[in-house]
C-alpha cells in the first residue's frame, strides 16, 4: 500500500468540458459579471457530538474537538484576509451534525467551495502524515490501495449508522458494501477539475508542514462529499494514532500553523478561481515546455487521441513505476499534470483504454489539444 499510496491517485470522474462557463454562470451575481468570484465557503469540521471520531491512545483526545479548533482558526484567517467573503461553519460547537446536513449546509448557502476537516488513526503508531481527498470512486478492490482507502472511507462513512432511518436519506448505501459505491460515478463530473485543483494547492502547502509528510491526493467515495454542488475537498490532517503527529495537533501554535497552511491554499486557489475567465494556464499557447532532467513533457504540441490514466499535481520522471510500463505524455492544465497514453485515432484510444483498465481502473479515452484534454 504504501508505494502507490503516498503520491498517486486514479481518475475515475470525466472533466466538465462546459466547467469554467458553468462558473461564469453561478457568479452572475458577483459585481463585476465577467469574473467568477469564490464569495462563500463552508468549512465541515468533521464528526461532532455524540460521534467523537477518532481518539487518541491515551484516550485524552478526541478528532472532533481538533477538527473544530483548525477549522475555526482556517475560517478566522479568511475572515481577516477577505471580508467580503462569507464563510460558514457546518458546526461551531461540540454538536452532531449528519452527514447528509453538512452538504446541504453548502447547498442552501449557494458555497463556491467546501471543505471538509477530519484526522486519521490506524491500529498501528507508524503511519504519518496528511492526505487529500476529492470524490470518486477508488480502485479496484482486490488491490492494497483499495483495501486501504476502503478502510478509512468506511469508518468516515460508518457515521450514517448513528442517524435514523439512513437506508432512506442515504438511498441504500451500505458502509460496508463496496458495491454502494457505485453511487458515486457521476455525481461530481462539472467540479472534479476545480476539486483537483484546490486539493493540489493543500498538498503543496500543507507539504512545508508542521506535519509535512504528504500521503498523496486520493479519490475516494465519502458521503459528506457525496451530494455537495461544488468544488469540495475532505482533508485528513495528520494520525491521531502517531505519536509525532498527535502532538503537533494538540498544540494551539501546531493547530495555528496546520490552518495558516490551509488558508494558504485557499488564497492561491481563489486568486486562480477569481480570475479563472482569463487564467491561461502554463503552455496555453501550445509548444513544449522546459522540464526536469528526466521527467515528461507537458503541453505537448498538436491535437491527438489517447488515454488519460490518472493526474498529479507535479511531473513525474519518464521511467516512474506509476506507468506500469506503459509511456504515457502529461498534459498540464491549469495546475495538473494529467498523464495521457497516445493514440492514433478514436477507435484505437477507445480500444487502448479497455486494455488498459486492468492496471488503470479510472482509465478513460480523450482528445488532447494543447493543453485542454477532453474525455471522448
Known amino acids: 500500500m504504501e508505494r502507490y499510496g503516498m503520491k498517486i491517485f486514479r481518475c475515475a470522474a470525466a472533466v466538465s468540458a462546459f466547467l469554467f462557463c458553468l462558473l461564469s454562470e453561478v457568479s452572475m451575481e458577483a459585481e463585476d459579471s465577467s469574473r467568477p468570484k469564490l464569495k462563500t465557503v463552508v468549512i465541515d469540521p468533521g464528526h461532532g457530538g455524540k460521534d467523537a471520531g477518532c481518539v487518541s491512545k491515551d484516550r485524552k483526545t478526541y478528532e472532533k474537538t481538533l477538527n473544530l479548533s483548525i477549522a475555526t482558526k482556517l475560517g478566522t484567517k479568511i475572515k481577516n484576509a477577505y471580508p467580503d467573503v462569507k464563510v460558514i461553519y457546518t458546526r461551531s460547537s461540540d454538536k452532531y451534525i449528519a452527514l447528509s446536513e453538512r452538504a446541504a449546509i453548502a447547498n442552501r448557502n449557494n458555497a463556491d467551495l467546501f471543505i471538509s476537516i477530519h484526522i486519521n488513526s490506524v491500529s498501528s503508531g507508524s503511519p504519518h502524515g496528511f492526505s487529500t481527498h476529492i470524490l470518486g470512486q477508488s480502485s479496484d478492490k482486490n488491490r492494497d490501495l483499495f ?36 453511487f458515486f460515478n457521476l455525481m461530481q463530473n462539472a467540479f472534479y477539475e476545480q476539486s483537483i485543483l484546490f486539493a ?43 505519536s509525532s503527529d498527535l502532538k503537533t495537533m494538540r498544540s494551539s501554535s501546531g493547530q495555528d500553523a496546520i490552518a495558516q497552511r490551509m488558508f494558504n491554499a485557499f488564497r492561491s486557489f481563489k486568486t486562480k478561481y477569481d480570475g479563472s475567465l482569463d487564467y491561461a494556464p502554463e503552455g496555453a499557447a501550445g509548444g513544449k515546455q522546459s522540464s526536469p532532467a528526466g521527467q515528461g513533457t507537458s503541453s505537448p504540441e498538436g491535437t491527438f487521441y489517447g488515454v488519460q490514466i490518472f493526474a498529479l499535481g507535479r511531473l513525474l520522471p519518464e521511467d516512474d513505476e506509476s506507468f506500469r510500463g506503459y509511456d504515457a505524455v502529461a498534459v498540464k492544465s491549469g495546475g495538473i499534470y494529467k498523464y495521457v497514453i497516445r493514440a492514433g485515432s478514436i477507435e484505437e484510444a477507445r480500444a487502448c483504454g479497455r486494455r488498459v483498465k486492468d492496471k488503470f481502473p479510472g482509465a478513460f479515452p480523450v482528445k488532447v489539444n494543447g493543453s485542454s484534454v477532453t474525455r471522448l
Open 200 to 242: 493540489a494547492e493543500v498538498d503543496a502547502e500543507m507539504s512545508k508542514g508542521p506535519i509535512g509528510h504528504s500521503r498523496g491526493i486520493w479519490q475516494d467515495p465519502f458521503l459528506v462529499l457525496w451530494k455537495t454542488k461544488m468544488p469540495a475537498v475532505l482533508i485528513e490532517v495528520g494520525f491521531i494514532s502517531n
Open 147 to 182: 483495501s486501504y482507502n476502503m478502510d478509512v472511507c468506511r469508518r468516515e462513512n460508518s457515521v450514517i449508522l448513528m442517524e435514523e432511518d439512513y437506508t432512506t436519506t442515504y438511498q441504500g448505501f451500505d458502509p460496508d458494501d463496496p458495491e454502494s459505491f457505485i
